[in-house]
């Protein structure tokens, strides 16, 4: 598969007051195939956006490559700019005072391009984004939804290989953030653009992605298929149905043994979500379980979503 | 080509925030307005209307010097707090993106903002001439290089101030305290102290002043003068474009494009 997108050894330190620096971003390596969408998840601080600003050109490296189709980002930045546009954090990245046809062709041109050549395209996403009823209307006067899809169709409408997305969906109402996410889904699906994103909304992440990179601390802790990753948590994590409620010292003795041990109740129900590592580990469960009042009713395998996964990671369950 | 599409997209937003913000834009020619009439009768009432001055006369040599004021004050406005703008709206970011390079989106933006802010110094320099009954000579084909020579160097004072702005965020009070420096730079009285033709728009405007009051052509001003305006600009426009790609690699390397 052709790579289009390579970090090589990616850092970052940025000097704050006299002498003391912090590591924003250490050593961050990965790849992205063409066409391939890809999830950059971390908790806050862990140096997400500003490898997406490195990658952007928008941040200066303090050591590293970056390749973009074939080239070096760092040494060629307007080539390297050719192939790349982003979507960056916040509610911005486009001009207030025009209107959405407007911003899509001052984009165009920045870019370099005619209007005329793209006109097609330019309709083509005002109709995608449904901003057609609005293509009058000043940017300022749009709703929040709309504000961020037309600074997405402003990315898009650069037709670069390569697209960055930062937290697209931040701050977005429940439905807009689905709309949105509707709209990269079809993109995802159509294949033509290598999409790399980070996220803090987990339902984005695993409805688009099909792999994820795991930072932390400015490192990479994973690089996976969603899917495999499901796999590797599917087997591991456990659902115990009880009749009746758990006994205080019960739940202590169990979350001694696995601190993400979760307890919840409904009614005269009790459930238990716990990750065990092997066979071993539910046997001791069940020993403590005996000791207790309520009866088991069910004990099965718990289907994780990629929150929890994201979670166990970095609270450094796995690694 | 590519340039080319660059320069008109700038052109075209230009274009349509003066015409859909007309309001704004009337409201600007008639403050600018306002204020001249306030220093031209104060000057006429306080010098009695003749007072021999380098211009020539000191009332004509008030409306060239407004003129000029007026140039480099959307000149310097434009890149100066238009970069905060820019910050605060965060397309400064999108800007910094464009393959054609920062460098070059600001360059077009400055003849983008030149060609159509002209339009609008145009209006104001008609309703000075017509209320204070003092026709001027309009050499267009002398005045346009005088004037972009000129205003170069409040370009180069712009650059300055929002490659300043990128980096130390809170430059608003001196962009304001800059704006009526360009003031003692245009009506520095450079008969009296010639070394002040060192200082940016000074001798611009005397020599523009030379073509509007004394009706010379451009061939016919002082080919030294002429060569040291040409020196003086090209010196403070390239000065203000180096500190502004220095203080634009400062915010890169820190990382502060993007806030404000």
Known sequence: METVLQVKDLT?????????????????????HKNEVVGLLGPNG??????????????????????LDGVEALRHPKKAMERVAALLEGNRNIYWRLTPRENLEFFVGLQGHTVGKVRGYIDELIELFDLKEKHRTPARKLSRGMQQKLALACALVRQTEVLLLDE??????????????HVLKQMAAQGERTILLSSHDMHVVQDICERVIIVNNGRVVVDDRVTNLMKLFQVSAYRFELEGPLGEEQELRLKELFPLLEVSATGHRTYIDADLKDGTQLYEVL????????????????????????????????? | MRYLALFKAQLKMRYIYLKRYYFDTLSMIITMFLVFLIIFYGA????GGATPTDSGDTLEGIVVGFMVWTFALVAYANLSWGMIEEAQQGT???????????????????AASFIVNALMVIVVLLLMMATTGKWLNLDVPSLIPLILLTVAGAYGIGFFMGGLALVFKRVQSALQVLQFVLVIFIAAPLGWLPFMKFLPLSLGTRLIGMVMIEER???????????????N????????????????????????????
Request: aromatic share 10%; hydrophobic share 45%; with cysteine.
């Open chain 1, 12 to 32: 970052k330190l940025f000097r704050q007051g006299r002498g003391e620096a912090v590591t924003a971003v250490d050593r961050v390596s990965f790849s992205v």
């Open chain 1, 46 to 67: 862990a140096g997400k956006t500003t490898t997406i600003k490195c990658i952007a050109g928008l941040i200066k490296p303090t050591s590293g490559e970056i390749w």
């Open chain 1, 168 to 181: 697209p969906t931040l701050g977005l109402d429940v439905e807009t953030s689905y709309e949105l996410r």
């Open chain 1, 287 to 319: 020993e403590i379980l005996k000791d207790g009042s309520a009866q088991i009713k069910s004990i099965g395998h718990k289907e994780p979503n990629l929150e929890e996964i994201f979670l166990t990671i970095v609270k450094g369950q796995l690694k």
């Open chain 2, 44 to 47: 006429t009432a306080l010098l």
């Open chain 2, 92 to 110: 400064l970011e999108q800007l910094y993106m464009s393959p054609l390079g920062f460098g070059w989106v600001n360059i077009f933006r400055v």
């Open chain 2, 217 to 231: 052509s451009l061939l016919q001003l002082p080919p030294g003068d002429v060569l040291f305006l040409i020196g």
């Open chain 2, 233 to 260: 600009s090209a010196f403070y426009f390239g000065l203000g474009f180096l500190i502004f790609k220095l203080f634009e690699n400062v915010a890169r390397d820190r990382g502060l494009l993007g806030h404000y």
